[in-house]
């Protein structure tokens, strides 16, 4: 007879300790802190700039419209901090997903012995909380960068092909 606390999935795949993971690395630790976040994403939008102008200067097109190669460079450097933000929201949202889940879907081995195991009510408790007071709180404050990133490639690139 198994014991009340036995628990088949490996240690690396336990919800919990994924999230405390996740909270711990150094990427993705970047949502815990609102201030960081934003200072993180600019400065890898202002390190990205140079190397996208280097690429756009190519162009013999852009080299003689320069405010257009300011536009189409700013515009195109949005999106090294868009997929940042993604990857940050994708890794988020499935941490959400396996805390509120009440089962545990996990591999012994490896990808083809994939097996499920129904959570302990504590653990569901626990995990919920974590859920709503941890991870949903980190899931809207990168909703905000994200929003603010869509718009600003959306109005660059519509200023550039209305005015430009």
């Keep these: ?21 996740l909270s711990k ?6 949502p815990l802190n609102s201030k960081l976040l934003y200072k993180k994403l600019i400065i890898s939008w202002i ?11 190519g162009s013999f097109f852009l080299m003689n419209d320069i405010p257009r190669l300011i536009i189409i460079c ?12 993604s990857n940050q929201m994708i890794a988020w949202k499935y941490i959400l997903k396996r805390l509120v889940s009440e089962k545990i879907v996990y591999e012994r081995s490896g990808w ?3 097996d499920i195991w129904e959570k302990p009510l504590n653990w569901r408790q626990r995990d919920l909380l974590i859920a709503q007071h941890e991870v949903k709180p980190i899931i809207q404050q990168l909703t905000n960068p994200l929003l603010i990133n869509l718009i600003l490639i959306f109005l660059s690139m519509t200023f550039l092909f209305l005015f430009l």
């Design 1 to 21: 007879m198994e014991s009340a606390n036995y628990c088949p999935v490996p240690i690396n795949q336990i919800p919990l300790l994924e999230f405390y993971k």
């Design 25 to 30: 690395s150094w990427f993705f630790s970047w």
């Design 112 to 114: 083809y012995d994939g």
């Design 74 to 85: 700013l515009s195109i450097s949005l999106v090294f901090p868009l997929i940042l933000i």
């Design 47 to 57: 390190l990205i700039l140079p190397f996208n102008i280097f690429i756009c200067t």
